[in-house]
T-cell receptor
């Protein structure tokens, strides 16, 4: 079993749709969680951190379920500009500030269509 | 913007030649990383640095060496390039930001083709 698993998609949705991605992780000692967004031939960029209580940033909502070991990302009112690959990232921890134990998913591809 | 500059951005080289990729940061970050990204494998850590002259291996360090002689520069060297090292290479730094916590931010990437 991969340490971090994502449905690769692609998810094809119309503008305005709501879409949700899940990501499962295998290590119960995982300490922090993130969603990154990556556009074609660009670097990954932090979309949002995922907190235990769930968190929202505009149209984006992230949830963490430690018992079932998954995180989710919900995108409401999808825009054409949301088309990208969304990477799930789990941090197994380590010394403060040193992110050498990040485990990356392969990403979920989203295409938002007019 | 993480203040990271990678060079060169694109390079084609021949098998067996040495190649050095440079990562330059302007914000005095302590931790720096080199990743490669390949289809089917995702992002994999090659080497990282936790200070000047302090480096350690990551998941896929074979065939690569690094150096950090000053805080702002982290160099990745392919001693003798092979076709399997054709990839996109990302440099990254660690940073704590409000509302995001401690995570990493990437440079724009260096596309390397070994022929």
């Amino acid at each position: 079993r991969k340490e971090v698993e994502q449905d690769p998609g692609p998810f094809n949705v119309p503008e305005g749709a709501t879409v949700a991605f899940n990501c499962t992780y295998s290590n119960s000692a995982s300490q922090s969680f993130f969603w990154y967004r990556q556009d074609c031939r660009k670097e990954p960029k932090l979309l949002m951190s995922v907190y235990s209580s769930g968190n929202e940033d505009g149209r984006f909502t992230a949830q963490l379920n430690r018992a079932s070991q998954y995180i989710s990302l919900l995108i409401r009112d999808s825009k054409l500009s949301d088309s990208a690959t969304y990477l799930c990232v789990v941090n197994l921890g380590g010394n403060a500030g040193n992110n050498r134990k990040l485990i990356w998913g392969l990403g979920t591809s989203l295409a938002v269509n007019p | 913007d993480a203040g990271i500059t990678q060079s060169p951005r694109h390079k084609v080289t021949e098998t067996g030649t040495p190649v050095t990729l440079r990562c330059h940061q302007t914000e005095n970050h302590r931790y720096m990383y080199w990743y490669r990204q390949d289809p089917g494998h995702g992002l994999r850590l090659i080497h990282y640095s936790y200070g000047v002259k302090d480096t350690d291996k990551g998941e896929v360090s074979d065939g690569y060496s690094v150096s950090r002689s000053k805080t702002e520069d982290f160099l990745l060297t392919l001693e003798s390039a092979t076709s399997s090292q054709t990839s996109v290479y990302f440099c990254a730094i660690s940073e704590w930001r409000p509302n995001s916590g401690n995570t990493i931010y990437f440079g724009e990437g260096s596309w390397l083709t070994v022929v």
